[in-house]
């Protein structure tokens, strides 16, 4: 297993991370594969934005949702659903389930730290979703810890959070129930994640 390094900057580093910027084909349009929960996968009809994204910047991204899941079943399964379809970037979007159902902040710390962990030391690179806003007070309380932490940790993510206001969160126009984002709500997390993903894509290529 690669050897976790946290730098000064408290970025996690891996050892491989060198080879893996190598591995980027700048003439090859990248795969990528989208696992998470059900608001990676789409909820209630599937409509998600990953497919915006992938028509957007005309790149293949895998679709590995599944409703109810937690940083947990994403680790259980990610030789069989990631590893094993050898992807270049793999998006990994979870959290709201894992506070309903009782995990600690450090819980999912850890996990997402041996998500990394696993898909860097198969050349694949990790890029973490930072989990959109619920009115679940109680699970809402612990992503907010858990957003910081990955903006100040995470070497690659994704602001979805960005995409919603407290504005629209108040007026039903970004999510459904409370938990899961409307079709204009999957429609703004698709240009949070077309920006960042482009420019990642962009970063990495020049190296």
């Known amino acids: 297993m690669a050897e976790l390094i946290v730098s000064s900057l408290h970025h996690i580093q891996f050892i491989n991370k060198e080879l893996i910027l190598m591995m980027i084909d700048p003439n090859i349009s990248p795969k990528v594969i989208a696992i998470g929960d059900s608001i990676t996968r789409g909820h209630p ?28 079943g994403i680790l259980m ?12 970037f793999c998006i990994i979007t979870a959290g709201t389930n894992d506070f309903s159902l009782g995990y600690e902040v450090e819980d999912v710390k850890k996990q997402i730290k041996e998500i990394i962990v696993e898909l860097e030391k198969e ?6 979703g930072v989990p959109i ?9 612990k992503l907010k810890l858990l957003r910081s932490w990955i903006i100040a940790v995470c070497s690659h993510s994704i602001p979805f959070h960005k995409a919603f206001s407290q504005e629209n969160l108040l007026s039903g126009s970004m999510l459904l129930d409370g938990v ?7 429609n703004r997390m698709a240009e949070v994640c077309s920006h960042e993903l482009r ?3 962009m970063h990495l290529n020049k190296h």
């Open 199 to 201: 420019m990642l894509i």
């Open 123 to 128: 050349g694949i690179i990790p890029v973490i």
């Open 45 to 72: 009809d599937d409509y998600s934005w990953t497919k915006i994204v992938s028509k957007k910047l005309d790149i293949e991204i895998e679709n590995m949702g599944l409703k109810g899941d937690t940083f947990a």
């Open 133 to 141: 806003p619920t009115i679940e007070e109680y699970a809402e309380k």
């Open 180 to 186: 899961h984002p409307t079709h204009e709500g999957h």
């Open 77 to 88: 399964r990610l030789d069989k659903d990631v590893i094993s379809k050898e992807p270049d």
